[in-house]
Structures are given as structure tokens and as C-alpha cells.
């Protein structure tokens, strides 16, 4: 996180991700389909190609109106030394993944919301899902997740006869909540409104913050737990949205928020 934001203090994972298939490449949009020769390895004459739906043909994956049940084989070689000389014994593990079809609503707490960070992916988002361009210098923006690993990574998925190379979106691979889907929350020690966080950061473009100002100005962290000690001393005049009471107590009160 750059600069001295309260969000240092504590860092929050709110992308709960997993790789199922290798590998996987960032690609311009999720469902934008090019084609190209340079990465092919099956038949280099072949472009490769992006689907994004398909089905899978095994008696190793089984589908019912709740859960995807696959089965999967992990081979590994485990490798010992003995008397002097190297011993491999191949070894199969069976996994067994059961992966639920309906996403459920969820919810993402911020630390050090009204941040640079907070403040931009909470208005990043709401760009996104309400289809907000703007102006900037080099003509009109609008709005994407490039650069998001779920949402703009694609998966090889494998090869046709004619060794064309099919990829598909990541975030197709299996249910995977949408960001603009996200229900955002979070704990500031500064009692502003996301809408002035966003001012404050100075990261958006003027047009952008111009008309996300009224989806974030009801927006107003949490009171959060201030220890000096862990926080850059140029926060401190920010600060008037802290908790009181013992560390037990602040404690509780955050579990109570989550």
C-alpha cells in the first residue's frame, strides 16, 4: 500500500482466490475474443481461440442443481537418499472438491477505508457496476477490471483436434462472486465521508470523482482502533474516529461490527 494510510496497519485479504487449472495469462477483456499465433504450441499454423462456456466430458465430474463434485489425481514423486543413491517412488493423492453453484452475498470490510486504497476501490467499483465514463485529456474513459486476476485472466483450457489452443475467462471456470456484486464496508480512524477521502486521495480523475461524489458521500466508515504507536505520526490530526476503552474492549467491539 503506498503512503503512510492507516490501511498499513493491518492488511485485508478480500480476494479469496484458487487456481484450478495452469496456466493461466492476463488477457485485455474477459470476453474479448482475438486470436494469435505467438503463443501456440500445439500447432503454431492454428490461432488460438476463447470460449466462454463449456462442458466437462468425464465420469470424474458430476453436476446436480446445487454442486460441481470433481474428482482430481495429484501424481508426485517422493525422493529419499538411500545408501548414497537417490530413491523415487511415484505417489497418486485423490482429492475430492465440492464446489457449491449458488454465490452466496458477500460482504467486504476495508481496514483504513477512507485510505487512498479504500476510498479508490470503493469508487472504482461503483464506476464499474453503474457504467460511468469520463473525460480525461486523452479523450473518454470507461470503466474496466484490467489488471484484475479473476476478471481479466483467461485459462488454457486445452487443444482441438486441429491443435487450436481454447482459453476461457478465469472467472467463468467455476461460481465466482462479481466485484460489482461486493456489499463494502470498513473501519476508518477518520470520521470523512468516502466522497472526501476520494478528494483527499487525489487519485481519480476530476470528472470521475465529480460523478461518484454522490454514491459515496453517505458513505462514512466505521470508528476504528488507533494505536499511535503502529501509525505514521502524520495521522494523528486525522484521528477523530477512534475507539475508547481497554484493547479487550475495542476488540470486541470490531467482532461485533464484523
Known amino acids: ?7 498499513q496497519l493491518v492488511t485485508v485479504a478480500f480476494f479469496s482466490l484458487f487456481l484450478i487449472c495452469s496456466p493461466f495469462t492476463i488477457h485485455p477483456h474477459p470476453l474479448l475474443q482475438k486470436t494469435t499465433t505467438k503463443t501456440t504450441t500445439h500447432a503454431p499454423s492454428y490461432p488460438a481461440a476463447m470460449s466462454t462456456s463449456f462442458t466437462v466430458n468425464t465420469d470424474r465430474v458430476k453436476i446436480d442443481e446445487e454442486t460441481i463434485v470433481s474428482e482430481y489425481e495429484y501424481r508426485n514423486s517422493l525422493v529419499e537418499e538411500v545408501d548414497g543413491r537417490l530413491v523415487v517412488t ?3 493423492t ?19 477505508w477512507g485510505g487512498n486504497n479504500g476510498s479508490t476501490i470503493t469508487g472504482s467499483i461503483i464506476a464499474n457496476k453503474e457504467g460511468i465514463n469520463w473525460r480525461t485529456k486523452s479523450g473518454v474513459q470507461t470503466p474496466n477490471y484490467f489488471g484484475s486476476l479473476t476478471q481479466a485472466s483467461v485459462v488454457k483450457l486445452g487443444v482441438t483436434e486441429e491443435g487450436r489452443e481454447i482459453y476461457v475467462p478465469l472467472k467463468d471456470m467455476v461460481p465466482m462472486v462479481e466485484p460489482n456484486d461486493f456489499v463494502i464496508s470498513g473501519w476508518d480512524i477518520s470520521s470523512a465521508n468516502l466522497a472526501e477521502a476520494m478528494e483527499r486521495a487525489a487519485v481519480l480523475d476530476y470528472d470521475l ?10 458513505l462514512v466508515p466505521m470508528p476504528s482502533i ?6 505514521a505520526a502524520n495521522q494523528g ?7 475508547t476503552g ?7 467491539k470490531i467482532r461485533e461490527d464484523i
Open 94 to 112: 485423490n482429492y475430492t472438491f465440492r464446489t457449491e453453484k449458488k454465490v452466496p452475498r458477500t460482504g467486504l470490510l476495508l481496514v483504513g
Open 237 to 243: 490530526d486525522r484521528a477523530d474516529n477512534v475507539l
Open 90 to 92: 511415484p505417489s497418486v
Open 246 to 252: 481497554t484493547k479487550l474492549e475495542q476488540m470486541n
Open 226 to 231: 488507533y494505536f499511535p504507536d503502529f501509525i
Open 1 to 7: 500500500f503506498p503512503g503512510s494510510e492507516s490501511s
Open 209 to 218: 470523482q465529480r460523478q461518484l461524489y454522490p454514491y459515496l458521500q453517505d
